[in-house]
């Protein structure tokens, strides 16, 4: 028994051939337009899956590379404020130098103890410094400033990152990797006279008294070394922080490096080849105008298709 081809058979026989070459000719272009092999999870699964997490290791790269950036900023502006803190040293040294001369009498020392007073003042100043709103020399107590302007000279923030055991300002600048950023200021300007601890804030405080106290031999004799030592220890701190700098940007390098590198995985797994999607997209055109005069020329519309 034979079966009977119909008119309505090759009809949707036809149409179904050019809804086929229609959808391959509409994907085609739509990787031209897009520049993406894959548009879609269901174009290739496992290609897919693989873009997306490499699309997430990007995301999590460039986090790295922003906070190694915040934190080569805050190296920075602690940078600036040590070194203003190194020209202050080097100014008192100068004016201790001159006090501690029999060439200077009472009158010029005490002209000296009101300068070093000022230049107590912008110690303080520039311990106080901010970075986006931070307080760089107070622990992990960035809300509060280290030191109050006047008479005390008490520190006023915590010792969180002078121990290598108790986290300072953290930032993550790799996959597990963390580095503390900030210095802590009573490391070398201590807590002032009241504590006694030797440290800059107290050895300029005592400074200033031998002056008014017309005392050049305490000068000679005591306080320029101990100024000495005073800045001695900033340069280790300052020596700390370009440490620190010099990771960074050694990080920031590496990072720049893997950001690269995921880049291009990610453009070998999703990207187009435009040649040979622009070669396919000519071939199903020409396939596609092929089948519709193909099917212009099978499919006749004869007279019953008026009268149904």
């Given at each position: 028994?034979?079966?009977?081809?119909?008119?309505?058979?090759?009809?949707?026989?036809?149409?179904?051939?050019?809804?086929?070459?229609?959808?391959?000719?509409?994907?085609?272009?739509?990787?031209?337009?897009?520049?993406?092999?894959?548009?879609?999870?269901?174009?290739?699964?496992?290609?897919?899956?693989?873009?997306?997490?490499?699309?997430?290791?990007?995301?999590?790269?460039?986090?790295?590379?922003r906070?190694?950036?915040?934190?080569?900023?805050?190296?920075?502006?602690?940078?600036?404020?040590?070194?203003?803190?190194?020209?202050?040293?080097?100014?008192?040294?100068?004016?201790?130098?001159?006090?501690?001369?029999d060439?200077?009498?009472?009158?010029?020392?005490?002209?000296?103890?009101?300068?070093?007073?000022?230049?107590?003042?912008?110690?303080?100043?520039?311990?106080?410094?901010?970075?986006?709103?931070?307080?760089?020399?107070?622990?992990?107590?960035t809300?509060?400033?280290?030191?109050q302007?006047?008479?005390?000279?008490?520190?006023?923030?915590?010792?969180?990152?002078?121990?290598?055991?108790?986290?300072?300002?953290?930032?993550e600048?790799?996959?597990?990797?963390?580095?503390?950023?900030?210095?802590?200021?009573?490391?070398?300007?201590?807590?002032?006279?009241?504590?006694?601890?030797?440290?800059?804030?107290?050895?300029?405080?005592?400074?200033?008294?031998?002056?008014?106290a017309?005392?050049p031999?305490?000068?000679?004799?005591?306080?320029?070394?101990?100024?000495?030592?005073?800045?001695?220890?900033?340069?280790?701190?300052?020596?700390r922080?370009?440490?620190?700098?010099?990771?960074?940007?050694?990080?920031?390098?590496?990072?720049?490096?893997?950001?690269?590198?995921?880049?291009?995985?990610?453009?070998?797994?999703?990207?187009?080849?435009?040649?040979?999607t622009?070669?396919?997209?000519?071939?199903?055109?020409?396939?596609?105008?092929?089948?519709?005069?193909?099917?212009?020329?099978?499919?006749?519309?004869?007279?019953?298709?008026?009268?149904?």
């Open positions: 028994m034979s079966n009977r081809i119909t008119h309505g058979m090759m009809q949707r026989n036809v149409l179904a051939d050019l809804n086929a070459v229609s959808t391959r000719l509409s994907r085609t272009q739509g990787k031209i337009a897009s520049n993406r092999e894959i548009t879609r999870p269901s174009d290739d699964p496992f290609e897919a899956s693989r873009a997306m997490a490499l699309r997430q290791s990007l995301a999590a790269t460039r986090q790295h590379q906070n190694a950036q915040d934190a080569q900023g805050w190296q920075e502006a602690t940078e600036q404020a040590l070194g203003q803190i190194t020209d202050l040293m080097h100014r008192a040294r100068e004016l201790v130098v001159r006090g501690a001369t060439s200077a009498d009472a009158a010029d020392r005490l002209s000296i103890a009101t300068e070093l007073d000022q230049i107590i003042e912008s110690v303080k100043q520039n311990a106080n410094a901010t970075y986006r709103g931070s307080a760089l020399f107070a622990g992990t107590r809300d509060t400033l280290p030191y302007q006047g008479a005390v000279d008490a520190y006023g923030g915590d010792e969180a990152g002078l121990d290598p055991l108790v986290p300072g300002v953290l930032r600048i790799g996959p597990g990797v963390t580095m503390s950023i900030n210095t802590v200021g009573r490391e070398f300007l201590g807590d002032g006279q009241a504590a006694g601890d030797g440290k800059l804030l107290d050895t300029l405080r005592d400074v200033a008294d031998a002056l008014r017309d005392d031999a305490a000068l000679r004799d005591t306080e320029l070394a101990r100024l000495d030592d005073n800045l001695e220890l900033l340069l280790e701190v300052r020596a922080n370009g440490a620190r700098s010099n990771r960074l940007e050694s990080a920031l390098a590496r990072l720049a490096e893997v950001e690269e590198s995921t880049v291009k995985q990610l453009s070998r797994t999703e990207d187009a080849d435009i040649a040979k622009i070669i396919d997209f000519n071939s199903q055109q020409a396939a596609y105008q092929s089948a519709l005069r193909a099917g212009a020329s099978l499919v006749q519309v004869s007279l019953l298709d008026f009268l149904r």
